[in-house]
């Protein structure tokens, strides 16, 4: 029903700039909120930002807002994450999700789809 393809990660320096990208495929692409998600070694996948379906709403969690921006372009059925003024903490696996149809949007469990993950690493 629904791909997601996340590209864009790397190795980027302390306080240096990333954009991610998620290509999705399916005919609900348009219709649907979309999330980023992250995980770094030993620890628990976070929420980290997801925009509605008309890409009028957008909701950061404390740790990225001010830093991050979520968008989305439905015409290319992609959702971006613009990361910028990157810390050593950032540094983890990024997932983007598809359709928190489940429960809210930022538990991991809601979502229904889900990419294969790219690796940002920040160094010192």
């Known amino acids: 029903q629904v791909q997601l393809v996340e590209s864009g990660g790397g190795l980027v320096q302390a306080g240096g700039s990333l954009r991610l990208s998620c290509a999705a495929s399916g005919r609900t692409f348009s219709y649907v909120t979309m999330g980023w998600f992250r995980q770094a070694p030993g620890k628990e996948r976070e929420f980290a930002a997801a925009i509605s379906s008309s890409g009028g709403n957008t909701y950061y969690a404390d740790p990225v807002k001010g830093r991050f921006t979520i968008s989305r372009d439905n015409a290319k059925n992609t959702v971006y994450l613009q990361m910028n003024s990157l810390k050593l903490e950032d540094t983890a696996v990024y997932y983007c999700?598809?359709?928190?149809?489940?429960?809210?949007?930022?538990?991991?469990?809601?979502?229904?789809?889900w990419g294969q993950g790219t690796q940002v690493t920040v160094s010192s």
């Open positions: 999700a598809a359709d928190p149809r489940s429960g809210p949007y930022l538990a991991p469990q809601s979502y229904d789809y």
